[in-house]
Protein backbone atom coordinates (compact mmCIF):
# COMPACT_ATOMS: atom_id res chain seq x y z
CA UNK A 1 0.00 0.00 0.00
CA UNK A 2 2.51 2.09 1.01
CA UNK A 3 4.93 1.33 -2.31
CA UNK A 4 1.48 2.11 -4.37
CA UNK A 5 1.44 5.06 -2.80
CA UNK A 6 4.93 6.38 -3.81
CA UNK A 7 4.73 5.59 -6.73
CA UNK A 8 1.19 7.18 -8.34
CA UNK A 9 2.29 10.69 -6.58
CA UNK A 10 5.17 12.69 -7.28
CA UNK A 11 5.36 14.48 -3.21
CA UNK A 12 7.39 12.72 -0.29
CA UNK A 13 8.09 14.33 3.02
CA UNK A 14 11.26 15.92 3.68
CA UNK A 15 13.45 13.10 4.93
CA UNK A 16 16.07 10.39 4.41
CA UNK A 17 14.12 8.54 1.95
CA UNK A 18 13.01 12.08 -0.12
CA UNK A 19 17.12 12.45 -0.07
CA UNK A 20 17.66 9.11 -1.78
CA UNK A 21 14.83 9.63 -4.31
CA UNK A 22 15.57 12.92 -5.08
CA UNK A 23 19.22 12.39 -5.94
CA UNK A 24 18.42 9.49 -7.84
CA UNK A 25 15.70 11.54 -10.03
CA UNK A 26 18.44 14.68 -10.20
CA UNK A 27 21.15 12.52 -11.44
CA UNK A 28 18.78 11.10 -14.39
CA UNK A 29 18.08 14.94 -15.20
CA UNK A 30 14.65 15.65 -13.59
CA UNK A 31 13.19 18.14 -12.00
CA UNK A 32 13.24 18.33 -8.16
CA UNK A 33 10.84 20.60 -5.88
CA UNK A 34 12.91 21.41 -2.94
CA UNK A 35 12.50 22.67 0.53
CA UNK A 36 14.37 25.82 1.66
CA UNK A 37 14.18 28.18 4.32
CA UNK A 38 13.02 31.38 2.13
CA UNK A 39 10.81 29.85 -0.72
CA UNK A 40 10.54 26.45 -2.55
CA UNK A 41 13.02 26.11 -5.53
CA UNK A 42 12.67 24.02 -8.80
CA UNK A 43 15.61 21.77 -8.90
CA UNK A 44 17.86 20.52 -11.88
CA UNK A 45 20.96 19.51 -12.04
CA UNK A 46 23.16 22.48 -13.01
CA UNK A 47 25.89 21.34 -15.04
CA UNK A 48 23.38 19.81 -17.44
CA UNK A 49 21.58 21.98 -20.19
CA UNK A 50 18.92 19.62 -21.06
CA UNK A 51 17.70 19.13 -17.43
CA UNK A 52 17.91 23.03 -16.76
CA UNK A 53 16.01 23.39 -20.04
CA UNK A 54 13.34 21.84 -18.57
CA UNK A 55 13.35 25.02 -15.67
CA UNK A 56 12.91 27.44 -18.31
CA UNK A 57 10.04 25.37 -20.23
CA UNK A 58 7.91 24.93 -16.88
CA UNK A 59 8.22 28.20 -15.68
CA UNK A 60 8.22 29.81 -19.06
CA UNK A 61 10.92 31.87 -18.16
CA UNK A 62 13.04 34.42 -20.18
CA UNK A 63 16.51 32.42 -21.32
CA UNK A 64 17.99 35.71 -20.53
CA UNK A 65 17.22 35.65 -16.78
CA UNK A 66 20.20 33.34 -15.11
CA UNK A 67 19.23 30.64 -12.18
CA UNK A 68 20.83 30.56 -8.79
CA UNK A 69 22.74 27.32 -8.31
CA UNK A 70 22.86 25.85 -5.04
CA UNK A 71 25.37 23.99 -3.43
CA UNK A 72 25.93 22.11 0.17
CA UNK A 73 29.17 24.52 1.23
CA UNK A 74 31.89 27.29 0.27
CA UNK A 75 34.26 24.55 -1.01
CA UNK A 76 31.56 23.54 -3.85
CA UNK A 77 30.71 27.22 -4.30
CA UNK A 78 34.58 28.47 -4.91
CA UNK A 79 35.03 25.69 -7.20
CA UNK A 80 32.10 27.46 -8.96
CA UNK A 81 32.65 30.95 -8.81
CA UNK A 82 35.99 33.60 -8.10
CA UNK A 83 35.35 34.45 -4.39
CA UNK A 84 37.30 38.28 -3.50
CA UNK A 85 37.69 39.06 -0.06
CA UNK A 86 33.78 40.66 0.69
CA UNK A 87 32.55 37.31 -0.96
CA UNK A 88 34.27 35.12 1.54
CA UNK A 89 33.53 37.38 4.75
CA UNK A 90 29.53 37.30 3.39
CA UNK A 91 29.73 33.32 3.06
CA UNK A 92 31.55 32.69 5.94
CA UNK A 93 29.43 34.92 7.82
CA UNK A 94 25.97 33.88 6.47
CA UNK A 95 26.26 30.62 4.69
CA UNK A 96 23.97 28.24 5.12
CA UNK A 97 21.49 30.87 4.99
CA UNK A 98 18.91 33.48 2.96
CA UNK A 99 22.30 35.07 0.85
CA UNK A 100 22.88 34.86 -2.33
CA UNK A 101 26.53 35.88 -3.57
CA UNK A 102 27.35 36.95 -7.57
CA UNK A 103 30.70 36.27 -8.38
CA UNK A 104 32.50 35.88 -11.35
CA UNK A 105 32.23 32.35 -13.06
CA UNK A 106 35.42 30.30 -12.66
CA UNK A 107 36.64 29.61 -16.20
CA UNK A 108 36.41 25.63 -15.18
CA UNK A 109 32.80 26.15 -13.86
CA UNK A 110 30.76 22.99 -15.11
CA UNK A 111 27.66 24.86 -14.40
CA UNK A 112 25.95 25.00 -17.85
CA UNK A 113 25.57 28.24 -19.84
CA UNK A 114 22.22 28.03 -20.38
CA UNK A 115 21.64 28.28 -16.11
CA UNK A 116 23.54 31.22 -16.05
CA UNK A 117 22.01 32.64 -19.33
CA UNK A 118 25.43 33.40 -21.00
CA UNK A 119 26.80 35.89 -18.22
CA UNK A 120 30.44 35.83 -16.79
CA UNK A 121 29.12 35.58 -13.61
CA UNK A 122 27.62 33.44 -11.74
CA UNK A 123 24.79 33.50 -8.62
CA UNK A 124 25.75 31.14 -5.72
CA UNK A 125 23.43 30.37 -2.60
CA UNK A 126 23.81 27.72 -0.13
CA UNK A 127 20.43 27.50 1.56
CA UNK A 128 19.60 26.42 5.59
CA UNK A 129 17.46 23.54 4.98
CA UNK A 130 18.87 20.14 6.37
CA UNK A 131 17.27 17.90 3.60
CA UNK A 132 18.10 20.14 0.75
CA UNK A 133 21.85 20.19 1.69
CA UNK A 134 21.55 16.88 2.24
CA UNK A 135 20.42 16.13 -1.37
CA UNK A 136 23.34 18.97 -2.50
CA UNK A 137 26.09 16.82 -0.31
CA UNK A 138 24.78 13.47 -2.30
CA UNK A 139 24.25 14.84 -5.47
CA UNK A 140 28.24 15.95 -5.46
CA UNK A 141 26.75 18.39 -8.17
CA UNK A 142 25.18 22.22 -8.09
CA UNK A 143 21.38 22.11 -8.30
CA UNK A 144 20.00 25.06 -10.67
CA UNK A 145 16.50 26.15 -8.95
CA UNK A 146 14.70 29.57 -9.40
CA UNK A 147 11.39 29.95 -7.23
CA UNK A 148 9.41 26.37 -8.14
CA UNK A 149 6.38 29.40 -9.64
CA UNK A 150 5.45 30.09 -13.28
CA UNK A 151 7.29 33.02 -14.50
CA UNK A 152 5.95 36.32 -13.00
CA UNK A 153 3.77 34.63 -9.88
CA UNK A 154 4.02 34.87 -6.40
CA UNK A 155 6.14 32.31 -5.03
CA UNK A 156 5.28 29.51 -3.14
CA UNK A 157 6.16 28.81 0.66
CA UNK A 158 4.81 25.91 0.70
CA UNK A 159 4.54 22.56 -1.30
CA UNK A 160 0.68 22.88 -1.68
CA UNK A 161 1.57 26.30 -3.28
CA UNK A 162 3.89 24.62 -5.73
CA UNK A 163 1.76 21.69 -6.32
CA UNK A 164 -1.25 24.02 -7.66
CA UNK A 165 1.08 25.63 -10.17
CA UNK A 166 3.66 23.24 -11.14
CA UNK A 167 3.21 20.53 -9.23
CA UNK A 168 2.24 18.12 -12.65
CA UNK A 169 5.39 19.27 -14.60
CA UNK A 170 7.74 17.94 -11.61
CA UNK A 171 8.73 14.44 -10.86
CA UNK A 172 9.06 15.01 -7.13
CA UNK A 173 8.39 17.57 -5.32
CA UNK A 174 10.11 17.41 -1.14
CA UNK A 175 7.63 18.92 1.38
CA UNK A 176 9.57 20.26 3.63
CA UNK A 177 6.56 22.37 5.66
CA UNK A 178 6.07 26.18 5.17
CA UNK A 179 9.08 28.24 4.73
CA UNK A 180 10.94 29.32 7.81
CA UNK A 181 11.63 32.78 6.19
CA UNK A 182 9.21 33.51 3.36
CA UNK A 183 10.72 35.77 0.80
CA UNK A 184 13.73 35.20 -1.38
CA UNK A 185 17.89 35.70 -0.19
CA UNK A 186 19.25 38.63 -0.80
CA UNK A 187 21.37 38.63 -3.42
CA UNK A 188 24.84 40.74 -3.06
CA UNK A 189 27.04 41.15 -6.24
CA UNK A 190 30.97 40.90 -5.13
CA UNK A 191 32.56 41.98 -8.43
CA UNK A 192 35.09 44.18 -7.68
CA UNK A 193 34.92 46.93 -5.65
CA UNK A 194 31.97 47.84 -2.69
CA UNK A 195 29.25 44.91 -2.44
CA UNK A 196 25.99 45.63 -4.39
CA UNK A 197 22.56 44.38 -3.01
CA UNK A 198 20.87 43.11 -6.46
CA UNK A 199 17.63 42.11 -4.54
CA UNK A 200 16.61 42.86 -0.55
CA UNK A 201 15.55 39.72 0.24
CA UNK A 202 15.67 37.20 3.92
CA UNK A 203 18.92 38.56 5.11
CA UNK A 204 18.82 41.94 6.14
CA UNK A 205 20.78 44.95 4.90
CA UNK A 206 22.58 45.88 7.75
CA UNK A 207 23.85 42.64 9.35
CA UNK A 208 25.40 42.98 5.76
CA UNK A 209 26.98 46.27 6.63
CA UNK A 210 27.62 45.32 10.22
CA UNK A 211 29.85 42.13 8.84
CA UNK A 212 31.42 43.81 6.03
CA UNK A 213 32.07 47.12 8.06
CA UNK A 214 31.27 49.55 5.23
CA UNK A 215 27.84 50.74 3.43
CA UNK A 216 26.12 48.97 0.83
CA UNK A 217 25.40 50.26 -2.79
CA UNK A 218 22.13 49.78 -4.23
CA UNK A 219 21.83 48.63 -7.76
CA UNK A 220 20.46 52.05 -9.18
CA UNK A 221 23.92 53.54 -8.38
CA UNK A 222 25.69 50.82 -10.90
CA UNK A 223 24.99 48.76 -14.10
CA UNK A 224 24.92 46.05 -12.49
CA UNK A 225 21.52 44.21 -12.39
CA UNK A 226 19.95 41.28 -11.60
CA UNK A 227 18.09 40.51 -15.08
CA UNK A 228 15.16 38.97 -13.19
CA UNK A 229 14.43 42.19 -11.02
CA UNK A 230 11.71 43.28 -13.74
CA UNK A 231 8.69 45.86 -12.30
CA UNK A 232 5.98 43.40 -12.47
CA UNK A 233 6.65 40.43 -10.58
CA UNK A 234 4.97 38.09 -7.90
CA UNK A 235 2.27 39.18 -9.83
CA UNK A 236 -1.38 37.96 -7.74
CA UNK A 237 -4.28 38.04 -9.65
CA UNK A 238 -5.83 40.79 -7.38
CA UNK A 239 -4.83 44.36 -7.62
CA UNK A 240 -3.12 45.36 -5.09
CA UNK A 241 -3.25 49.28 -3.38
CA UNK A 242 0.06 50.09 -1.17
CA UNK A 243 0.10 52.26 1.59
CA UNK A 244 -3.45 51.98 2.42
CA UNK A 245 -5.10 53.88 5.48
CA UNK A 246 -8.66 53.48 4.77
CA UNK A 247 -10.88 50.16 3.01
CA UNK A 248 -12.85 50.96 -0.10
CA UNK A 249 -16.23 48.79 -0.80
CA UNK A 250 -15.15 45.47 -2.08
CA UNK A 251 -11.81 45.65 -1.12
CA UNK A 252 -9.92 42.77 0.86
CA UNK A 253 -7.42 43.59 3.04
CA UNK A 254 -3.94 42.70 3.79
CA UNK A 255 -3.20 44.26 6.87
CA UNK A 256 0.25 44.74 9.23
CA UNK A 257 0.11 45.31 12.97
CA UNK A 258 -4.28 46.45 13.15
CA UNK A 259 -3.94 49.03 11.40
CA UNK A 260 -6.57 48.30 8.77
CA UNK A 261 -10.25 47.47 9.82
CA UNK A 262 -13.04 45.71 7.54
CA UNK A 263 -12.25 44.24 3.83
CA UNK A 264 -14.26 41.18 2.32
CA UNK A 265 -11.33 39.43 3.64
CA UNK A 266 -9.02 40.18 6.01
CA UNK A 267 -5.09 38.58 6.90
CA UNK A 268 -3.20 40.49 9.28
CA UNK A 269 0.63 39.30 8.32
CA UNK A 270 1.66 40.47 11.65
CA UNK A 271 -1.31 41.28 14.42
CA UNK A 272 1.92 41.94 16.99
CA UNK A 273 3.84 44.08 13.83
CA UNK A 274 7.00 41.61 13.90
CA UNK A 275 8.33 41.99 10.13
CA UNK A 276 9.85 38.71 10.75
CA UNK A 277 6.28 37.31 11.54
CA UNK A 278 4.96 39.30 8.15
CA UNK A 279 8.16 37.88 6.16
CA UNK A 280 6.62 34.74 6.49
CA UNK A 281 3.25 34.76 5.93
CA UNK A 282 3.75 37.24 2.97
CA UNK A 283 3.53 34.90 0.39
CA UNK A 284 1.08 32.57 1.70
CA UNK A 285 -1.34 35.11 2.34
CA UNK A 286 -1.49 36.49 -1.44
CA UNK A 287 -1.92 33.34 -2.27
CA UNK A 288 -5.08 33.19 0.10
CA UNK A 289 -6.60 36.30 -0.96
CA UNK A 290 -6.07 35.45 -4.08
CA UNK A 291 -7.47 32.22 -3.82
CA UNK A 292 -10.73 34.40 -2.35
CA UNK A 293 -11.33 35.81 -6.01
CA UNK A 294 -11.54 39.11 -4.62
CA UNK A 295 -10.25 42.40 -7.34
CA UNK A 296 -8.51 45.16 -5.15
CA UNK A 297 -6.50 44.80 -2.32
CA UNK A 298 -5.71 47.40 0.20
CA UNK A 299 -2.32 47.17 1.34
CA UNK A 300 -1.27 48.39 4.91
CA UNK A 301 1.61 50.56 5.23
CA UNK A 302 4.63 48.53 6.36
CA UNK A 303 8.04 50.11 8.04
CA UNK A 304 10.71 49.56 5.73
CA UNK A 305 13.47 48.71 7.89
CA UNK A 306 14.83 45.38 8.68
CA UNK A 307 13.26 43.02 6.68
CA UNK A 308 10.52 45.08 5.67
CA UNK A 309 12.55 46.03 2.52
CA UNK A 310 12.40 42.62 1.32
CA UNK A 311 8.56 42.81 1.95
CA UNK A 312 8.13 46.36 0.96
CA UNK A 313 10.09 45.40 -2.76
CA UNK A 314 7.91 42.33 -3.34
CA UNK A 315 4.74 44.09 -2.61
CA UNK A 316 5.66 47.34 -5.36
CA UNK A 317 6.29 44.49 -7.45
CA UNK A 318 2.91 42.82 -7.26
CA UNK A 319 1.17 46.00 -7.50
CA UNK A 320 3.39 47.44 -10.37
CA UNK A 321 0.87 47.76 -13.74
CA UNK A 322 1.35 44.42 -16.02
O1 LIG B 1 15.73 32.42 -2.05
C1 LIG B 1 16.03 32.27 -3.23
O2 LIG B 1 16.97 32.91 -3.75
C2 LIG B 1 15.23 31.26 -4.06
C3 LIG B 1 15.51 29.86 -3.50
C4 LIG B 1 14.84 28.78 -4.30
O3 LIG B 1 16.90 29.65 -3.44
N1 LIG B 1 15.57 31.34 -5.44
C5 LIG B 1 15.18 32.38 -6.23
O4 LIG B 1 15.51 32.25 -7.58
O5 LIG B 1 14.59 33.35 -5.80
P1 LIG B 1 14.86 33.14 -8.71
O6 LIG B 1 15.37 32.56 -9.99
O7 LIG B 1 13.42 33.23 -8.53
O8 LIG B 1 15.54 34.53 -8.51
C6 LIG B 1 16.94 34.64 -8.74
C7 LIG B 1 17.32 36.03 -9.12
C8 LIG B 1 16.78 36.46 -10.47
O9 LIG B 1 16.29 37.79 -10.34
C9 LIG B 1 18.01 36.44 -11.37
O10 LIG B 1 17.96 37.41 -12.38
C10 LIG B 1 19.11 36.73 -10.39
O11 LIG B 1 18.74 36.04 -9.23
N2 LIG B 1 20.42 36.22 -10.83
C11 LIG B 1 20.78 34.95 -11.08
N3 LIG B 1 22.04 34.88 -11.55
C12 LIG B 1 22.51 36.14 -11.60
C13 LIG B 1 23.75 36.75 -11.99
N4 LIG B 1 24.76 36.02 -12.45
N5 LIG B 1 23.84 38.10 -11.90
C14 LIG B 1 22.82 38.85 -11.45
N6 LIG B 1 21.63 38.34 -11.05
C15 LIG B 1 21.47 37.01 -11.13
MG1 LIG C 1 11.50 33.93 -8.50
Redo the contacts with the bound molecule.
Keep these: MAVEQQVSSNRMKAGPEAVERAVEILRSGGLVVLP ?1 E ?4 LGADATSSEAVAKIFALKKRPSF ?4 A ?1 VPDIVAATRLGVFDHYALTLARSFWPG ?1 M ?1 I ?1 VPVRPDSPVSELA ?1 AG ?1 D ?3 L ?1 V ?1 ANATTLAILERLGRPVA ?3 ANSSGRL ?1 PTTADHVAADLGAGVDLIVDGGASRIGV ?2 T ?1 I ?1 CLGGTPIV ?2 P ?2 TQRDELEVILDTELADPADDKV ?5 MASHYAPRARLRLNATDVKPGEAVLDFGGQLSGGVAHIDLSPDGDLQEAAANLFAALHQLDATNVDMVAVAPIPTSGLGEAINDRLVRAAAPR
Design positions: TTVYGNPLIHPTVRQTIARPAPSSESIALRGGIAPGM
